[in-house]
């Protein structure tokens, strides 16, 4: 392939996911309808509709020609019998007489690597057709047959050079909102014009409704370009477990501390996903992601402070967005994202930046499992330490909940107290539910922070002999939980945040009453039934070691199985 044709190549890619939607109002037609148009099919595909659950492939949308079956803005096919000239073979032949742009991986460059390069998030299969060149305004239908009513979510196989969005029509009718696909290109890469062939796949990018038997799906670019479309993997979605399930299944769990809320760690996967490994190794199945949108953390802002509007863009976001998946990729683990330390939208009361914050928050993660979790806004005290009159919280809560129930009926929202989550606040905080669904939401949980007595937990209390007793632990999860079952109406409570913060005195963990705190607080939440998530910030309050990518002490095992150390005595020199 000589360097001309692959200029030609990378000027326009876009490959059409499964069914992407654009500004331009879709085709009406029942499926079977004669001028709709029909399953592809050739010499050596068989002409049925496409299988749902399973793989389907762009390059067989629909046959039916120009306005029927798809639009492009024109009549070439730049890949078929252009870039890939017509030779006889089978690949640089198909479908090249129609306006839909089209082309496949090349592996055997000679010289030079195309498709299989080493900037590839994911390796796509040798000679996979795919659909590119696309512009916004441009869609086209794929027929598919669907195995049983249900929910389904898929896995898009695409290239980017800048990023854009695309959305689903099915029968004619909008099915999803825009889909952003983050760009691909990696500006490491020497070769400019590979720049549009970096592959990867967005995991559960689209979520689609759909009934049994034969259905259409329009695929639209909404925005931006030079993406290739490949396969759309289908699989049927988990079903949403409500408040309690979850509660059930979380268990033991983990804060990601001190990443994305603050700058002592790198806000990156490379440096969670060691950590997210070693917990989940060890039976934890809930990890915990405070995350600080509208303040400024190492200069960066994710979204803007007076308005809450969420930059798509950012990396920070895309970094985050990269560790949620990593996080919901596991079996049975539940993730938590909050909106952490926000100052001045707590201080001034920004109600309507807290919603639409939440608004984007809500549309940017819309098709992640409902494993994800959305806690509204933590520790919400103002600068000089009061706490937020209870009516403002309430209300900008409220706020916040619709817009999530907007997007998502079945996403499980946290709400908190109006200071620092301290069980007792919730009294007062939420005298009644009417702003979350008055009482009859099943997938809205209640959440406090358990650092009592902060003579022990809290950081910088002096020394650790503090004489706790069990009742310590027992007093604020029985204040919750006489709220969760009287105004809560029996909802689920989550342990947030607990923890000591030892390292601010000691530089290594060798006191047994802490040791004894970290043993026996997860067995008094689990006789509560409340599942917990540990402060771990990899600093005072260090669990896991960043700096080794290994627990730092054996705190673990005490929550884990408990633990015994010599000497065995609750108190000795190493708490003083």
Not at 425 to 445: H, I, N
Request: aromatic share 10%; proline share 5%; hydrophobic share 40%.
């Amino acid at each position: 392939m000589d360097m001309k044709a692959m200029l030609i190549h990378g000027r326009r890619l876009a490959c059409l996911l499964v069914a992407v939607m654009s500004a331009h109002v879709a085709p009406a037609f029942a499926v079977g309808a004669g001028d709709a148009g029909a399953a592809f099919g050739d010499s050596r595909y068989t002409g049925e509709a496409q299988k749902i659950p399973g793989t389907v492939h762009a390059a067989y949308y629909d046959t039916g020609g120009e306005g029927v079956a798809y639009h492009d803005t024109d009549s070439q096919n730049h890949g078929s019998g252009a870039l890939n000239p017509l030779d006889g073979s089978y690949l640089h032949a198909f479908r090249a007489q129609e306006g839909v742009d089209i082309s496949f991986t090349k592996f055997e460059n000679p010289g030079i690597e195309v498709d299989d390069s080493p900037f590839n998030h994911v390796v796509p299969p040798v000679d996979q057709l795919y659909v590119g060149w696309t512009e916004p305004g441009e869609w086209f239908n794929l027929t598919v047959d669907v195995a049983h009513d249900g929910e389904y979510v898929g896995d898009l196989l695409y290239t980017s050079q800048h990023g854009g969005t695309i959305a689903i029509d099915v029968n004619g009718a909008p099915a999803t909102g825009d889909l952003t696909l983050p760009a691909t290109a990696d500006l490491a890469d020497t070769v400019a014009w590979r720049q549009w062939h970096h592959w990867d796949e967005a995991k559960g990018v689209i979520r689609l409704k759909l009934t049994a038997g034969l259905n259409r799906l329009t695929v639209r670019v909404q925005s931006g370009g030079d993406m290739n479309f490949a396969t759309l993997t289908f699989r049927e979605a988990a079903a949403a477990p409500d408040a309690h399930q979850a509660a059930a299944a979380m268990g033991m769990g983990f804060n990601l501390g001190q990443m994305f809320d603050n700058t002592q760690h790198p806000p990156t996967l490379a440096a969670a996903k060691p950590k997210i490994d070693a917990y989940y190794d060890r039976g934890f199945r809930v990890v915990r992601i405070p995350v600080t949108w509208t303040e400024p953390v190492g200069g960066v802002v994710i979204a803007d402070p007076m308005t809450g509007r969420v930059d798509r863009g950012s990396d920070r976001l895309n970094a985050l967005k990269a560790v949620v998946d990593y996080a919901l990729s596991k079996p049975g683990l539940y993730v938590v994202l909050n909106a952490h330390h926000e100052k001045d939208l707590k201080d001034f009361t920004r109600a309507k930046v807290l919603e639409t914050l939440w608004s984007d928050i809500s549309d940017i993660f819309r098709d992640r499992d409902h494993r994800l979790l959305f806690e509204i806004l933590n520790e919400p005290h103002l600068s000089n330490r009061d706490a937020m009159p209870p009516e403002h919280l309430r209300h900008m809560t409220g706020l916040a909940y619709r817009q999530i129930r907007s997007d998502d009926v079945r996403r499980i929202v946290i709400i908190g107290g109006n200071q620092w989550f301290a069980a007792a606040e919730m009294a007062r905080t939420w005298p009644d539910l009417e702003t979350v669904g008055g009482g009859k939401d099943p997938y809205v949980m209640a959440t406090f922070h358990h650092y009592d007595p902060w003579t022990f937990s809290g950081d910088n209390q002096g020394d650790y002999a503090d004489p706790w007793t069990a009742a310590d632990i027992a007093r604020p999860m029985q204040a919750m939980a006489d709220w969760a079952q009287t105004v809560g109406g029996g909802m689920p409570v989550f342990i947030g945040e607990w923890g000591v913060g030892w390292q601010s005195r000691y530089k290594t963990m060798n006191c047994n009453n802490i040791r004894q705190w970290y043993a026996q607080f997860p067995r008094h939440a689990a006789t509560m039934a409340m599942p917990t998530a540990v402060w771990d910030d990899g600093g005072w309050f260090q669990v896991y070691d960043h700096a080794t990518d290994q627990f730092g002490n054996n705190l673990i095992d005490c929550m884990e199985r408990g633990c015994v150390v010599a000497p065995r005595e609750r108190f000795h020199p190493d708490c003083l």
